[in-house]
């Protein structure tokens, strides 16, 4: 069992950056690939990062990352912009990464990211 934390979001003007954590509890967490997926409204929740991969809208501006030692993989955010506003969730399956979320089995909360123009 895997439980998962988002924290990090918040306002930020076109151009700015942010950094998304996703803290996770087990002792097993390394063998857990884990990915960012998000959701704008009334929009379906879409595949971000994962380890190796990134969505073609976030090539070159975000950037996943992993610390084993304190369970927690973040997402580096720069040059946001108005369209990456949405609710960003941190998802972890056991084995290897996938893009797709309904690989997916242990997701967090969500975190808002807002970006203004």
């Known amino acids: 069992q895997v439980q998962l934390t988002e924290s990090g979001g918040g306002l930020v003007q076109a151009g700015g950056s942010l950094r998304l954590s996703c803290a996770a509890s087990g002792r097993t967490f390394s063998s857990y690939s884990v990915a960012w997926f998000r959701q704008a409204p009334g929009k379906e929740r879409e595949f971000v990062a994962a380890?190796?991969a990134y969505a073609d809208s976030v090539k070159g501006r975000f950037t996943i990352s992993r610390d084993n030692y304190k369970n927690t993989v973040y997402l580096q955010m720069n040059s946001l912009k108005p369209e990456d506003t949405a609710v960003y969730y941190c998802a972890a399956r056991f084995g290897l990464r996938t893009t797709s979320r309904l690989d997916y089995n242990y997701w967090g909360q969500g975190t808002q990211v807002t970006v203004s123009s």
């Open positions: 380890t190796g």
